[in-house]
């Protein structure tokens, strides 16, 4: 049984980048890896070393949103913290002041009750700072304190939630973000649902699963990204004030879109999808899946960027069959010409020449060494 202690590491939106991350980690899928950073001083005292070290690698985390608004403020002066979901510590580093966390995604981990998870949560956790008199403390700059740790240790058990890894659970737990001042202009949230491989037989397709935070993907195959948005603020019968596109950017010539790498998103709610291929792979090839939101204004661009590494593998055989076959049709189409009239003097060393050359060539243009004249 492991030793490693379980963690609290929250985010907040007291930053853009910090907003975008709690939206990624609810968008992509199971195995999916993301980096949050924290300076030392938001790290709980007994983490700082391990983390350095890279001693608590593997480590269960519990993800969550820290609302440091002053509307979010509870009367004890807490900030109060929503979680979302479960992750192991993949890895940690030290630059500096700066901790770099590296998370791979694991199960939604939500609560019905959020009064009540707030009472299970460490006592230094994120806080406004008050003085003597239970009033404000500020800083230099005039503007409330707030302390706390946003990394620290909790119990092993994740006491207040529980794994809801369901399209529900992820509606109730944006629905609660939603409802918070930090997500007020968010204009939709959204999620990958998956990666599927389009199959004959198999009616919705074989997902695909992320290993080691990359998708694996055969040559000459067909799939379907599928992404379920949703806007929580919204009624049944509502729409979107600004008609905003998800777009999957596929910067390789082995993928070709089946479909149009732009999903309009132009309702509260829906399921969408863009379908595309590999081509042939000469050996082990490396790309990326990209799903890039565009807003009409700038300023309306809250939705976050998803990155999805992937590999496409080589087809050996094939590549070495179809090799074998033009070789041998160049080596009998010359051999034709050649002694068509009969054989003569040197006709075994010409014949020796002729084979050579037309598997050469066969091999050669299969493998992708050069393209086919």
Known sequence: MSTKPALLCVGSGLSRRYTLNTLQALALPSGAILQFRYVEGIISEGLRKPLAARELNGATVLLGYVDCTASGRLPNGRCPIVPYREARLRDSAQRGSVFVLQFELGPLRSTDDLDSFQRTLPENSPRWQQDSNSNLAMDAGGKPKRVGFWCQEIAPALPGTSVRDTFTAWQAIVTQ?????????????????????????????ERI???DGEYHLAPRSEYELRVFHYDPMSDAHGGVAITQTLQLDAPSPLFSMRSSPVMVIDSPYDLKSVHFGTGEATRLTYGSLCL??????????????????????????????????????????????????????????????????????????????????
């Open 177 to 205: 973000l939603g409802q918070r001042e930090d997500f007020a202009r968010q204009p939709y949230f959204y999620m990958v649902e998956g990666l599927f491989r389009r199959k004959k037989g198999v009616r919705d397709g």
């Open 292 to 373: 890039q939101p565009q807003a009409s204004k700038p300023e309306d661009q809250m939705v976050p960027e998803l990155f999805f590494p992937v590999t496409v593998r080589g087809d050996a055989l094939r590549l070495i069959g179809n090799g074998f076959v033009l070789g041998l049709l160049l080596t009998l189409t010359q051999m034709i010409a050649v002694f068509s009239k009969g054989t003569f003097d040197g006709w075994k060393l010409v014949a020796l020449l002729i084979v050579v050359l037309g598997f050469g060539t066969g091999f050669f243009v299969s493998l992708g060494m050069r393209k086919p004249l």
């Open 209 to 211: 699963d992320l290993v």
